[in-house]
C-alpha cells in the first residue's frame, strides 16, 4: 500500500512540492500523499464536496456551489457524483468546473437527472485522470431510514485508485451510506471517507463498525453536520491502526 505522511509532514510538502497549489481559495485546507507514482492532495470544501489533485489533473467529487466558490477553482478533469441529492448533485457546479474534456460519471438516476455524464453501475471501473475509478453501492439498511437512499436507486460510492503495484492508494469515498454487507469486498483502503450524520446517514458507532470492517489506515468522517465527530474518536481508540482525522467538512 501507499506510504501516507503524518500531518506535519504533509503541511512542510504543500510549501515544496512543485505541481501543487500552495494554497486553496476561501481558506480550504488539503492532505498530501505520496502514491509511489506521485504524490495526490486532497482538498476539504465542505460536507460531501471534496478534490483529489494528482499529477496535475482535478478530480471533484459531489461539488455543491453551496460549500464553494467553484468560479475560483481549477477546471477539472473528472466530476464524480455520488447521488441524486441536491447536496451532491449541483449542475450549476458541475457547469462552472467544466471544460473540454472534463468526464463526468455518476449513477444512472443521476444521470437522467443531470441529464448528460457517463453511467457508472455498481462494480464496474473506468480509467480518467490518471486514476481508476470504480463505483461500490450505497444505500441505508435502517429500518425507518431505507427511503433516504433507496438500495433499488443504486446510488454510488467510488473506490479512486492512484498509481500502480504495492505502492498504489486506494480511496473509499463512501457517499451516502450506512455499514452494507458490501463493505466487506472492497479490497484494500488506504483512506476513506465516511458518511456520519443524522438520520441520513450514519451513527459514530456505524462509522466506526464500518471502519472495522474496511480498516483504512486513515479514516476522515465527512458529511457529519452537527454531530459530534470526537465521539468516532474515542469508539475507535482501540484501534490504533485506524488513523482518525477530522477535517473541516461540515
Known amino acids: 500500500?501507499?506510504?501516507?505522511?503524518?500531518?506535519?509532514?504533509?503541511?512542510?510538502?504543500?510549501?515544496?512540492?512543485?505541481?501543487?497549489?500552495?494554497s486553496w481559495p476561501e481558506g480550504k485546507s488539503s492532505d498530501r500523499f505520496?502514491?509511489?507514482?506521485?504524490?495526490?492532495?486532497?482538498?476539504?470544501?465542505?460536507?460531501?464536496?471534496?478534490?483529489?489533485?494528482?499529477?496535475?489533473s482535478y478530480i471533484y467529487v459531489d461539488p455543491v456551489c453551496q460549500?464553494?466558490?467553484?468560479?475560483?477553482?481549477?477546471?477539472?478533469?473528472?466530476?464524480?457524483?455520488?447521488?441524486?441529492?441536491?447536496?451532491?448533485?449541483?449542475?450549476k457546479a458541475i457547469a462552472a468546473l467544466?471544460?473540454?474534456?472534463?468526464?463526468?460519471?455518476?449513477?444512472?438516476?443521476?444521470?437522467?437527472?443531470?441529464?448528460?455524464?457517463?453511467?457508472?453501475?455498481?462494480?464496474q471501473a473506468l480509467e480518467a485522470?490518471?486514476?481508476?475509478?470504480?463505483?461500490v453501492p450505497a444505500y441505508n439498511v435502517t429500518p425507518g431510514r431505507t427511503a433516504y437512499h433507496p438500495k433499488d436507486r443504486k446510488d454510488n460510492g467510488y473506490i479512486v485508485t492512484a498509481g500502480s503495484g504495492s505502492d498504489a492508494l486506494h480511496i473509499y469515498i463512501a457517499g451516502d451510506t450506512e455499514?452494507?454487507?458490501?463493505?466487506?469486498?472492497?479490497?484494500?483502503?488506504?483512506?476513506?471517507?465516511?458518511?456520519m450524520n443524522q438520520?441520513?446517514?450514519?451513527?459514530?458507532?456505524?462509522?466506526?463498525?464500518?471502519?472495522?470492517?474496511?480498516?483504512?489506515?486513515?479514516?476522515?468522517?465527512?458529511?457529519?453536520g452537527s454531530t459530534d465527530t470526537t465521539a468516532l474518536q474515542k469508539l475507535l481508540a482501540a484501534n490504533p491502526e485506524i488513523e482518525v482525522r477530522i477535517r473541516k467538512l461540515q
Open 1 to 22: 500500500m501507499a506510504k501516507l505522511a503524518v500531518p506535519l509532514a504533509i503541511v512542510c510538502a504543500l510549501s515544496v512540492s512543485p505541481g501543487f497549489a500552495q
Open 34 to 56: 505520496n502514491t509511489g507514482k506521485g504524490y495526490l492532495e486532497i482538498a476539504f470544501l465542505g460536507h460531501g464536496s471534496i478534490v483529489i489533485v494528482y499529477n496535475g
Open 67 to 91: 460549500y464553494a466558490n467553484f468560479s475560483k477553482y481549477p477546471k477539472a478533469d473528472l466530476i464524480l457524483v455520488t447521488h441524486v441529492h441536491s447536496d451532491h448533485l449541483d449542475a
Open 98 to 123: 467544466g471544460k473540454d474534456g472534463t468526464r463526468i460519471v455518476l449513477p444512472e438516476a443521476s444521470r437522467q437527472k443531470l441529464g448528460k455524464g457517463e453511467t457508472l453501475g455498481h462494480s
Open 129 to 135: 485522470a490518471g486514476v481508476r475509478v470504480t463505483a
Open 179 to 195: 455499514p452494507i454487507p458490501e463493505m466487506v469486498a472492497l479490497g484494500p483502503v488506504d483512506i476513506a471517507f465516511l458518511p
Open 199 to 224: 438520520p441520513y446517514t450514519m451513527t459514530p458507532e456505524q462509522a466506526a463498525s464500518a471502519a472495522r470492517t474496511i480498516h483504512p489506515k486513515i479514516l476522515y468522517p465527512y458529511h457529519f
